[in-house]
């Protein structure tokens, strides 16, 4: 049972991994290279569909990993289960307190009504994104390790 636990934890970390990778280095820069508002508006759609989606994912993976953590004991391993685990946790908070202010009001702009800096917050989110993206990397290199 054990076992399956960590299987599926690797796999929903990895996927929710993949995704994030994707915003950043190939769904954000078509978005930034096409004409005129196209890019604003594809990032406000994705920012209402990923929105939805990813609280739900990064939560479960965080129980994923802290049902691993507690079954596996004093395992070898589960130390790196529960690094995996805060850097995930970090991964929340920064969420939290760093994109989805920026993603909330991203998300409601249309050509018509967003601010003059919208496109250097839109770099803000970027930024925080790409360490975003480092940190659940580690984690999922982490719970890989783990699995050996």
Aim: net charge neutral.
């Amino acid at each position: 049972m054990l076992d399956a636990l960590e299987i599926v934890t690797t796999v929903v970390v990895g996927v929710m991994v993949g995704v994030e990778f994707s915003v950043a280095f190939v769904i954000n820069p078509i978005l930034n290279a096409l004409p005129e508002d196209s890019g604003q508006l594809g990032r406000a759609h994705g920012g209402r569909m990923l929105g939805a989606v990813m609280p739900v994912w990064y939560i479960g993976s965080l129980v994923l990993v802290a049902a691993w953590a507690i079954a596996g004991g004093v395992r070898s391993g589960t130390g790196l289960v529960v690094t995996a685990g805060g850097l995930l946790i970090l991964s929340v908070v920064m969420s939290l307190l760093l994109l989805v202010p920026i993603n909330n009001r991203g998300k409601t702009w249309t050509p018509e009504n967003r601010p003059e800096d919208w496109k250097e917050q839109m770099n803000r989110w970027d930024r925080w994104h790409y360490v975003r993206v480092a940190v659940i990397i580690a984690a999922f290199t982490l719970l890989v390790a783990a699995l050996a």
